[in-house]
């Protein structure tokens, strides 16, 4: 299994919230204090940049729970679009954790540098977690994501798969079809020492999912498609 550093960033100030609201796809303004929620920044183009666990001490105090990436990335990138907003931001470190088999099993992906800007939230079910508002008003991506809502579209889907044990192969590594297409892409994987194979999420296109797939350049490893996250 994978050991990963936790990290957090720190949003505090008298427009904590408002900026937050403003910036991610689900409803900070809506949350209520020392609560939770499943939220997420994404590119104009409507792709995850990151994707977190954001907790509300009050209006002026957010902590952001990384699942996955770079916290002084993100801090970095976010202070660009602080303008007049009475914001700072501030990183902290965490204990390592562990990629688990119970966050591969719950369709809990993880979103690092290698899947930055490349997948829409539908696509990773982020959907599925509540961590998007088509309702709440501008964010960067909210066109996209009220399109998709409404109008439909969306053809790609979370899914877990596995594969005789081996290595544990990276995010972003390619899964191809018969043909040897680029048909999905790996999200995050570890081992199930018990059953002595590999799980894993991928983002499949959904018609991909319904014919046999090979990880990595051809011929590759074969690989069963477990479930979909719907």
């Not at 990151?50 to 801090?75: K, V």
């Not at 899964?175 to 999420?201: F, K, Y």
């Not at 046999?212 to 479930?227: H, N, T």
Request: glycine content about 10%; some cysteine; hydrophobic content about 45%.
């Amino acid at each position: 299994m994978m050991s990963l550093p936790v990290q957090v960033l720190e949003i505090s100030g008298v427009d904590a919230a408002a900026f937050a609201h403003a910036q991610f796809c689900n409803d900070v303004l809506a949350l209520a204090d020392e609560h939770w929620q499943w939220n997420a920044w994404l590119s104009p183009q409507g792709r995850v940049r990151a994707f977190f666990r954001l907790r509300r001490a009050n209006a002026a105090h957010l902590t952001l729970t990384l699942r996955g990436g770079d916290a002084e990335w993100m801090r970095t990138e976010l202070m660009r679009f602080v303008f007049r907003a009475k914001v700072s931001m501030s990183v902290a470190t965490g204990v390592s954790q562990t990629t688990t088999l119970a966050d591969i099993r719950a369709g809990l992906p993880e979103i690092g540098a290698e899947l930055r800007d490349q997948l829409l939230p539908q696509w990773i079910g982020l959907d599925r977690l509540g961590a998007i508002s088509v309702r709440k008003g501008c964010y960067p991506g909210q066109e996209i994501m009220a399109r998709l809502h409404f109008k439909g579209g969306n053809k790609r889907s979370l899914y877990r798969l596995l594969w005789p044990a081996g290595e544990v192969v990276p995010p972003g590594t390619a899964l191809r079809d018969s043909a040897g297409v680029e048909s999905g892409v790996i999200v995050m994987a570890t081992h199930d020492a018990q059953a002595g194979c590999i799980e894993a999420l991928a983002s499949l296109p959904d018609a991909a999912a319904e014919g046999q797939l090979r990880l990595g350049p051809s011929p590759g490893r074969a690989v069963e498609i477990f479930e979909r996250f719907a």
